[in-house]
């Protein structure tokens, strides 16, 4: 059965520490791994897709990395702007970028 | 440039009752597609409208229906609600069915 499971479930990390975000998915026919950022009682923000293993996208602090079981997300020097949930999901099939199976998400809290 | 806009943003409904939600996608996107996701979780995958047809379906009941209609806006109805129906619901739309989806701020339900 295709999954994705998101750890830790929760992050607590002071300004400038660096860390990571796992996201292991057992998936056949992957078309897309997709990263989101959740704040509290708004709707997900799309951050990143990755499509194969080897690839890497960043985007200010964050940077999202792509293996054949996992992806990271890399938060460098994180600010407490950057406390948030992250979400990661795969899309399979035709419907790729729009049927997404989301993992738990991982709350980060930045504290300064 | 709007984003996906959705009414009402928050609704409280007695179990047993019928509730509609309502979505408008981003400037010059055709799909939408719903989710459900429940407070600490991640959403789950209710429904996609490409072209007015439901196109794919998650693993949700009848009591959940939608609609599309010409101008790409859409609709998610739910009958006969459970308390375990609350929930925010959340719409997101893309440029075809099969690529990126960018969500709204949700619908907060809540069912008592």
């Known amino acids: 059965e295709d999954q994705v499971t998101q750890s830790p479930e929760a992050l607590r990390l002071q300004e400038g520490e660096s860390s990571s975000l796992n996201c292991s998915y057992t998936?056949?026919?992957?078309?897309?791994l997709f990263w989101y950022r959740q704040d509290p009682g708004k709707g997900p923000e799309f951050l990143f897709t990755?499509?194969?293993a080897g690839e890497e996208k960043e985007k200010e602090r964050l940077k999202a990395t792509l293996t054949k079981k996992e992806s990271f997300l890399h938060i460098t020097a994180p600010k407490p702007e950057d406390s948030a949930t992250y979400l990661c999901?795969?899309?399979?099939?035709?419907?790729?970028?729009?049927?997404?199976?989301f993992g738990g998400g991982t709350r980060v809290l930045v504290k300064p | 440039d709007a984003g996906v806009t959705q009414s009402p943003t928050h609704l409280i409904k007695t179990r047993g009752q019928q509730v509609t939600l309502r979505c408008s996608p981003k400037?010059?996107?055709?799909?939408v597609s719903w989710y459900q996701q429940a407070l600490g979780q991640g959403p789950q995958f209710i429904f996609q409208?490409?072209?007015?047809?439901?196109?794919q379906r998650g693993n949700f009941p009848d009591r959940f229906s939608g609609h599309q209609f010409p101008n790409y806006s859409s609709e998610l109805n739910v009958n006969a609600l459970l308390l375990g129906d609350s929930a925010l619901y959340l719409c997101?739309?893309?440029?075809?069915?099969?690529?990126?989806?960018?969500f709204g701020e949700g619908s907060w339900l809540t069912v008592v």
């Open positions: 998936v056949s026919g992957l078309r897309g």
């Open positions: 990755l499509y194969s």
């Open positions: 409208y490409y072209e007015e047809e439901e196109r």
């Open positions: 999901a795969f899309g399979k099939g035709k419907a790729a970028g729009n049927k997404l199976t």
């Open positions: 997101a739309s893309s440029l075809g069915p099969g690529n990126t989806i960018y």
């Open positions: 400037s010059g996107h055709d799909t």
